[in-house]
């Protein structure tokens, strides 16, 4: 039986991965911050699916956090097959609005954290010379918004990267840009999203159904929906200023 570990793992896109990862016979490695919401979490999907459930409180905005789970990762004898780097969070303000204690904050944790983790687990993975890493981006990556964007367009670049320096070890990267997700994200930011049309919203459910089959595809980008698949395409042609004009109206902090 195989072992995911799933950073983010209580909420949103993490708990949607958990949930599907469980039903699909896999044991996982829950980590978030909260160790209360871990063991519910933990509980449920043992019981529901019968999988071993290991819980790991860690703050990955912190190097005790992070370290904290690369050495689960290192860890040989109890090895992660898949790892899901799936922790984010946004930020409620335009640029200089924003304090710098945060916008180093989500640097720590998108892309320090990011890069560490799939570091760590890759080693072990090409050892063994099977493997995953699925780095939850974002479409914001695409589109000229401030830190946020900019952090998932480095998870991005580095995630196809990797793959590519990876290719025939038996190791897959892949990195997943989701549009708008209904999820705790926007809220606990402190986000509106009344501006957000109706049809721009995904399931995070069907989303990981669709990231799991781009990742044994061997994709190193998925964008999981059709919708955001011609966005993104249109985005490539318009100049950069309207662009972001465009998505201030639609989701003035970016989709996840």
């Known amino acids: 039986m195989t072992t995911a570990l799933i950073t983010g793992s209580t909420a949103g896109i993490g708990a949607a991965f958990a949930r599907r ?34 819980v790991l409180t860690a703050d990955l905005a912190t190097d005790d956090g992070i370290e904290s789970v690369e050495r689960r990762l290192a860890d040989r004898k109890n090895a992660v097959d898949l790892l899901i780097n799936n922790a984010g969070f946004g930020t409620k303000g335009l640029y200089l609005d924003v304090p710098m204690a945060d916008e180093l904050t989500m640097l720590k944790v998108h892309c320090e954290a990011v890069l560490r983790l799939t570091s760590a687990a890759a080693e072990g993975m090409r050892e063994r010379g099977r493997g995953g890493v699925v780095n939850v981006a974002s479409v914001a990556a695409f589109v000229p918004r401030g830190t946020y964007s900019a952090s998932k367009a480095w998870v991005v670049q ?55 089959a781009d990742l044994a595809r061997g994709k190193s980008l998925s964008i999981p929906d059709p ?17 972001g004009g465009i998505t201030s109206k639609s989701g003035k902090y970016g989709p996840r």
């Open 21 to 54: 990862l469980a039903a699909d016979g896999h044991n996982l490695v829950l980590v978030a911050r909260d160790t209360k919401r871990l063991r519910e979490q933990a509980t449920e999907l043992h019981d529901r699916h019968g999988i071993e459930a290991e």
């Open 227 to 243: 919708r955001y698949k011609v966005l993104m395409g249109v985005a490539k042609v318009l100049p950069r200023n309207l662009l």
């Open 158 to 212: 580095f995630t196809q990267g990797a793959a590519r320096d990876l290719a025939g070890s038996g190791v897959r990267l892949m990195a997943l840009a989701p549009g708008f997700v209904r999820t705790e994200f926007h809220e606990r930011a402190g986000l509106g999203t009344d501006s957000v049309p109706g049809w721009m919203w995904l399931d995070a459910d069907k989303l990981v159904t669709t990231a799991l």
